[in-house]
Every structure is written in C-alpha cells, then in structure tokens.
C-alpha cells in the first residue's frame, strides 16, 4: 500500500509537468535553471531526467513562461500538495485546518490572524499620517504566500469529553471563540520557485517580520523552492533563527542529480545543508508542521 505523502509527491511532480510549470525549452535548458550557468542548466536538467525515468513524468518542451506565472504556479501546487496531506495528520496534531495560498488578491491578510491583528491598525494610523509613516515604515507588512490557520472552537467543542472551561476561566485564551478573537496562524509558507539572491533575502524579511510583529505563539515558517544550486539553496538556508527549514521540491533528486553532474564543493554543499538538518525534502514538510 503506497502511503499518502508518496502519493502527494507524485501527483505534486506530475502537476509541475502538466501545468508547464518545469519545462524544457527547445535548447534543453529547464524553466528552473539559470541560463547563465552551466552548472544549474546540468543539475536542473539531470533531475527532470530522474523524474522521467523513475516516476514515468513526461516534461513538455515550451518556452519558458513568466517568471511571475511559474511562481504563482508553484504557490498553488504547494498549497494543493499541504491541502492533501497535513488535514489527514489529525493523529498528530488535531485541528480545524484551512490552506490557503494568499495572494495579492486575496481579501484574507495577515492582519486576519490573531497573532497580527493589531497590524491593521497599525496600517490604517501610518496611513492617516505622514509623519508616523515616515517614522516607522511599513516593514511590519508581511504576506506570506501560502499560509495554515486554525480555526477556533466553541466551548462545547472543548467540553465535549470533560468539562475544561466556564464563563469565569479562559476569558483571554485565543483559541476559545466565545472570547471574540480571530483564526490563529500556523504555518506561513513561502513558495520560491527558483531562488536568486533577492529572492532568498525577500523570503528572509517576511521570516523576520513575522517574528518581530507577532503577538502570542509564533507560526511555523518555512520556505519551499525548486531551486537547483546548492550554494544558492545555502545562501537562505544556513543560520538559524528565522527560517524553521527550507524544503525542496525533489530533494532525493537532486542529492543524485548534484553527484552525477555538480562539482565536489557543490556536493560538501548540499550534504553540509542536509546533514545540518537545514535542507529537507518536500515530503518532510507536512510531518514538521504537525509538531
């Protein structure tokens, strides 16, 4: 019997094929490689032929799209891919879960959670003034591409076995919905499809952010990317502190595909990142998120 989280994996690579997401171009070069670099053309190529080979995945050659259209792509399979798996770790971590991908567009913010509710306000006064704006900014604005909240439970929810709260105790705990507060923020996600230098440092300051501006328990934060270069992987993925893990798309391919094809400090590389627990497969992810 072919576990859940496999299946996932399966379907999120088969996704990836068929939304043109990772692609071949006409010269054989991936839609996740940088075409300044031999290095990330080989180890991006070697891993699409892995997939082929080993999971029947068959890429479509089409010239590469947006760089915009692949991340929101890739954003929509990694919520697709954590809406099939982390809702079934009830055993684990019990809740009532949404998964989201947020979106420029989307009306739910940051601010929705309770942790960062006090964000809007905070938005709505440097707005009316000049001054204040100019002052503090708007670093403390965060939006996480894709994110895992918890919903609230009533008071007969969680005295359904035993009685555990009356109207005298709890009167400020947030998961209680009697007590007027918001969803709670688990997991902010984001979603990189390749990662160049301003990219890994975008993801950074949203990790920071998030940190820094939170009232009560801090959520989850981790980054997931498809990104082939190992030294590009560790310029986000070393030091702790902000980033709980980074999570590749194809991790087992890619520790092959850099042996087959990388140099030898790109393989010290990717081991030290591994080894470091700082560098985790996508399969990972939902198992870490029930902790």
């Not at 070697?46 to 997939?51: F, G, P, Q, V």
């Not at 820094?212 to 070393?238: C, Q």
Request: glycine share 6%.
């Amino acid at each position: 019997m072919e576990a859940l989280i496999a299946k996932a994996r399966f379907r999120f690579h088969e996704k990836l094929f068929e939304t043109n997401t990772l692609t071949l171009n006409e010269n054989g070069v991936a839609s996740n490689a940088d075409t300044s670099s031999k290095a990330s053309k080989a180890i991006a190529k070697k891993i699409i032929d892995i997939l082929e080979t080993e999971q029947h995945h068959e890429v479509n050659i089409a010239r590469k799209g947006s760089g915009q259209t692949l991340g929101k792509q890739f954003e929509i399979l990694t919520m697709e891919f954590l809406q099939e798996t982390f809702p079934n770790l009830q055993n684990l971590y019990p809740g009532k879960w949404s998964i989201l991908q947020l979106g420029n567009n989307n009306r739910l913010k940051t601010s929705d959670f309770e942790q960062y509710e006090h964000l809007a306000y905070l938005n709505t006064l440097t707005a009316e003034n000049a001054q204040l704006a100019a002052a503090l900014g708007n670093d403390y604005l965060v939006a996480p591409d894709v994110v895992i909240y918890r919903e609230l439970y009533e008071d007969s929810e969680i005295n359904q076995d035993l009685c555990i709260v009356d109207e005298h105790v709890g009167r400020m705990a947030d998961i209680r919905k009697t007590n007027g507060g918001k969803p709670l923020l688990h997991a902010s996600v984001s979603a990189k499809y390749t990662m160049r230098s301003d990219r890994a440092q975008n993801s950074r300051t949203e990790a920071l952010n998030l940190i820094r501006n939170r009232k009560g328990h801090l959520p989850h934060i981790v980054v997931v990317t498809a990104e082939p270069m190992p030294n590009r992987l560790a310029s986000l993925a070393l030091g702790t502190g902000d980033i709980d893990c980074v999570y590749h798309f194809a991790l087992y391919e890619l520790i092959r595909a850099v042996r087959e094809t990388g140099s030898e400090d790109a393989a010290e590389m990717l081991d030290t990142l591994v080894d470091g627990k700082r560098l985790k497969d996508i399969s990972d992810l939902p198992l870490d998120l029930a902790v």
